[in-house]
Nanobody
């Protein structure tokens, strides 16, 4: 089992920045990749960015150049640095851990609200 705890969400004005953290505990040795997803009201959950155990990263087109995903293996934590935030970035942000044996674990989510 892996437990994921997100933090760092909040209310920010357009153009501002936030850094989200996803702290993993438990069977972290089996994590293949960690991803950040978001879900806005009335919309489907979508991938924002993910990072593999080898450090490869992937971003949604809508956040490229503005968001950066990184990981601190010593702390079992993945970060999502979000700059130049827009109102359309408003959503609940979730992290997930994709295990080598196929299971996916989700955190509880953290709200990000960007005011115009």
């Amino acid at each position: 089992q892996v437990q994921l705890v997100e933090s760092g969400g909040g209310l920010v004005q357009a153009g501002g920045s936030l850094r989200l953290s996803c702290a993993a505990s438990g069977s972290t040795f089996g994590i293949n990749a960690i991803g950040w997803y978001r879900q806005a009201p009335g919309k489907q959950r979508e991938l924002v960015a993910d990072i593999s155990s080898g450090g490869s990263t992937k971003y949604a087109d809508s956040v490229k150049g503005r968001f950066t995903i990184s990981r601190d293996n010593a702390k079992n934590t993945v970060y999502l640095q979000m700059n130049s935030l827009k109102p359309e970035d408003t959503a609940v942000y979730y992290c997930n851990a994709q295990m080598t044996w196929g299971i996916i674990h989700w955190g509880q989510g953290t709200q990000v609200t960007v005011s115009s």
